[in-house]
């Protein structure tokens, strides 16, 4: 068993696109510096709900490469340096995520011990 799976982000091959790292107990995958610039760079303007799309369809396509989806995300860490759109992002950031999904986890927490 590989212990570790490294995949090489198309910016440059020493960042990662992501990174899992399989363990007894399951494994863990690692997605971070996510943008929603297209690549290459495009001239024309992007809105921030391009943005916001592309970042998560890259998310989605990094999840897919490791066999994992977005019912696998445990959490998420967003910087925004604007709260304005705001809920621009938190629609999208939801549309992501599927009703199945969200019972999934809501039923695993459930059956968590209490401390």
């Known amino acids: 068993m590989d212990l570790l799976k490294h995949l090489p982000s198309p910016i440059s091959p020493t960042f990662s696109e992501a990174l899992r790292i399989d363990t007894r107990a399951g494994s863990w995958i690692f997605i971070s510096g996510q943008v929603g610039v297209p690549l290459p760079p495009d001239k024309g303007s992007v809105t921030f709900e391009q943005e916001v799309r592309t970042t998560f369809e890259r998310i989605r396509d990094s999840l897919g490469k490791l066999g994992a989806g977005m019912n696998h995300v ?13 809920a621009v992002f938190s629609r999208i950031r939801r549309a992501g995520r599927r009703p199945a999904a969200e019972r999934e986890d809501r039923d695993r927490r459930r059956r968590l011990p209490a401390r």
């Open 74 to 86: 445990v959490s998420i860490k967003t910087y925004l340096t604007d709260l304005g759109p705001y």
